[in-house]
């Protein structure tokens, strides 16, 4: 079964800093881009970040860029997310996200983690 | 950036009805737009990819078309558990904008 698992997420200070991880199973982890995605509470989804299938390309919103980085260890089949200079406004459930079609990520995403919330207080 | 606006916002609909749900996107984005739908409480499902193909194990009634700037989707016949929020995603060009989404209640 394909799956992605989610940790870290929590409380964090404004201006702190918070690691989110997804742990991929049941799917050639190193052939597929992914990606993250966040919802504000009783908001809609706001892509944040993605990376491709070798790591060495990523993009971000313009919301994050410069304070979020993305990241991937194919040997471990995991993604990340490292947050930092967190403000009030990235409080939000993240999920992490597959892409549908291997080596190309413009088929949308077809496997999401659980979510994780993320909580930046002042 | 690509902006999506997406048509109505909210919906008022009946089990039987068919419905469609517009997304429009600020420049062209050819044919690279999923369409998803979301469940309080839960990660969203993709429904549709490429415009117009539907993902595997969705149900028929559930079709896309369009292209360029103007997109639909369309439900051919509203059944109980399609009472959800759609979103349309434009992957033509990073970021990878989603619309703001409409709401289908009854």
């Known amino acids: 079964e394909v799956q992605l698992l989610q940790s870290g997420g929590g409380l964090a200070q404004s201006g702190g800093s918070l690691r989110l991880s997804c742990a991929a199973s049941?799917?050639?982890?190193?052939?597929?881009?992914m990606s993250w995605v966040r919802q504000a509470p009783g908001k809609g989804l706001e892509w944040v970040s993605g990376?491709?299938?070798?790591?060495?390309?990523?993009s971000y919103a313009d919301s994050v860029k410069g304070r979020f980085t993305i990241s991937r260890d194919n040997s471990e089949n995991t993604l990340f997310l490292q947050m930092n200079s967190l403000r009030g406004e990235d409080t939000a459930v993240y999920y992490c996200a597959k892409d549908h079609h291997d080596y190309w990520s413009k088929y949308g995403v077809d496997v999401w983690g659980q979510g994780t919330m993320v909580t930046v207080s002042s | 950036d690509i902006q999506l606006t997406q048509s109505p916002s909210l919906l008022s609909a009946s089990v039987g009805d068919r419905v469609i749900i517009t997304c429009r996107a600020g420049?062209?984005?050819?044919?690279?737009l999923a369409w998803y739908q979301q469940k309080p409480g839960k990660a969203p499902k993709l429904l549709i990819y490429?415009?117009?193909t539907l993902d595997r194990g969705v149900p028929s009634r559930f079709s896309g078309s369009g292209s360029g700037t103007v997109f639909t989707l369309t439900i051919s016949s509203l059944q109980p558990e399609d009472f959800a929020t759609y979103y349309c995603q434009q992957l033509s060009s990073y970021p990878f904008t989603f619309g703001p989404g409409t709401t289908v209640d009854i």
């Open positions: 990376i491709n299938e070798s790591g060495d390309d990523t």
């Open positions: 049941g799917f050639n982890f190193r052939t597929y881009g």
């Open positions: 490429a415009a117009t």
């Open positions: 420049q062209g984005i050819r044919s690279y």
